[in-house]
């Protein structure tokens, strides 16, 4: 793994100062690295799977986990077990020990959490420690098996090589700008990618990391309070929420140098709260995907003034190429929308499962994921995913289009826009809407749209959300909204 040379160098250079921190309980480096090389004794496995909530735990078992060569998929430990169990048989291993436990390939001892480190092998290997025990494997060998989040169905797995990795932590960190004294808080469950990427990152640059047992805005306010918190890595709908809230109960923000935001395009009104609330942070935003990495971003200074909505995320990362191609793998010009195609040494090795050919596709060593947007002066611009995409009546419609422009209307918090089955048109647009005070009528919306959205891309109905339809991992899900149309539910009532 990239970041277990540099652990190592931290341990002995830095022993008492702190590495991890999740809800209080902390880790020094040293204390880290005797963790994670008591584990990794213990361990003969290929592969681990690591299925637990956030905890110091955590972070010395992924460690231990891609010592040397091995290799660790990183399950959600909310997902069903009957899913686990069925990742874990394709796997390899025996069966995954469920919430908070890891499991490994046949033979080889299981870990657990909460296990004393003072079992003899475990105590030898601390006590006569070997760097080679954890170290970084091959530059060129897989080390993360990775799973895209699913409830239901089986999540498609791919896997990372360690050299990906280090190259997107050298681009990273130097894009935004961490550096050994900060404290960055990732909130979020470190089974996501955003979250487990930034721990590692941490790890690599020698920089303290915190994170909470599940998210709680008072928690969150808490330790930006009292632990000196300087950057946030989390979703849009968490910024939001931490910073209405914040700006509410005077949450004293200011120490925070650096706000990083991925998984979807920021809104003008996520922006300006988290502007007041964090006036001296630098806001990033990113496009990346998980079998990419990063591919653009941008950051808005504090200070400057905001330039908040439409579909631009900034120019191609440092060591990425960005090209927007047609299907038949031709260079579009500018402003004409595409594939989103990039080439560089961050993108995954591919898929071990649930590749239906379209998810990873390859232009002759340019790789898309089938977003689709287009490059202008430079700038890459969102569209939306290809499988997102709305065909109504003959015309294609991004619900990310519709969702920006609904979000600049009076009396919308968050918008969420999808393509409902349609006997005439083949699909229809609709848009659930959180209103952000009071009520908001379905003429107020269209009088709103009428000078910023053409009229065949327009949403026919309207609903109004109790709250926003998210996946466990804090993304917006117009697959939830939909379900909740179609069921009547009460969380998305009709508008008229």
């Known amino acids: 793994m990239p970041f277990l040379n540099r652990l190592q160098r931290w341990a002995d250079e830095r022993p008492d100062d702190t590495a991890v921190v999740v809800a209080g309980q902390r880790l020094s480096w040293s204390g880290l690295r005797d963790a994670a090389e008591a584990l990794a004794a213990t361990r ?7 299925a637990e909530r956030n905890s110091t735990h955590f972070a010395a078992a992924f460690a231990a986990a891609v010592a040397g060569e091995r290799q660790c998929a990183v399950l959600d430990p909310t997902w069903p077990e009957q899913l686990r169990e069925e990742i874990v048989r394709r796997l390899g291993p025996p069966a995954e020990d469920g919430p908070g436990k890891a499991g490994t390939r046949a033979g ?9 480190a003072s079992a003899p092998a475990a105590a030898l290997a601390v006590a006569q420690r070997a760097d080679a025990l954890l170290a970084d494997g091959d530059p060129a060998s897989s080390f993360l098996i990775g799973l895209t989040s699913g409830t239901t169905s089986i999540p498609k797995a791919f896997t990372r090589s360690r050299r990906s990795w280090q190259e997107s932590f050298e681009a990273s960190i130097e894009f935004f700008g961490l550096a050994q004294g900060d404290k960055t808080l990732a909130p979020g469950p470190l089974a996501a990618s955003l979250n487990l990427y930034a721990l590692a990152e941490c790890l690599y640059a020698g920089s303290e990391f915190h994170s909470l047992e599940s998210f709680d805005v008072g928690d969150v306010h808490a330790a930006i309070s009292h632990d000196g918190i300087t950057r946030l890595v989390l979703v849009p709908t968490m910024l939001r929420l931490l910073s209405e809230r914040g700006l509410t109960g005077c949450v004293d923000a200011s120490g925070v140098r650096t706000i990083i935001c991925a998984g979807s395009k920021l809104d003008a009104r996520t922006l300006d709260a988290a502007r ?5 942070a630098t806001i990033f935003e990113y496009y990346g995907a998980s079998e990419l990495s990063f591919v653009s971003g941008k950051g808005l200074p504090a200070g400057k003034p905001l330039d908040a909505g439409g579909t631009g995320i900034g120019r191609p990362f440092p060591g990425v190429e960005v090209r927007v191609l047609d299907d038949a793998g031709d260079v579009l010009p500018d402003g004409a929308a595409g594939n989103i195609c990039v080439r560089s040494g961050m993108v995954s090795n591919g898929y071990l499962w649930g590749d239906d050919g379209q998810a990873l596709r390859s232009f002759n060593g340019w790789f898309t994921v089938g977003d689709q947007g287009y490059l202008e002066n430079g700038e890459l611009h969102i569209l939306g995913r290809r499988s997102d995409m709305i065909i109504t009546a003959g015309k294609n419609v991004y619900p990310h289009e519709v969702e920006l422009a609904l979000a600049s209307v009076p009396g ?12 005439v048109r083949g699909q229809r647009v609709v848009a659930g809407i959180v209103p952000s005070n009071g009520a908001i ?8 749209l009428e000078e910023i959205l053409p009229k065949d891309k327009r949403p026919l109905q309207y609903f109004a959300l109790a709250e926003l339809p998210l996946t466990d991992r804090g993304k917006v899900s117009r697959s939830i909204m939909l379900d909740w149309i179609t069921a009547r539910d009460s969380r998305a009532r009709r508008l008229v």
């Open 44 to 50: 003969t496995a290929d592969i681990t799977v690591l």
């Open 441 to 448: 009528t379905a003429m107020q919306l269209k009088t709103g």
């Open 108 to 116: 080889a001892p299981r870990i657990r959490p909460g296990s004393p």
């Open 412 to 423: 919308v918090a968050s918008a969420v826009a999808a393509g409902m089955d349609d006997d």
């Open 276 to 280: 007041r609330w964090a006036p001296n």
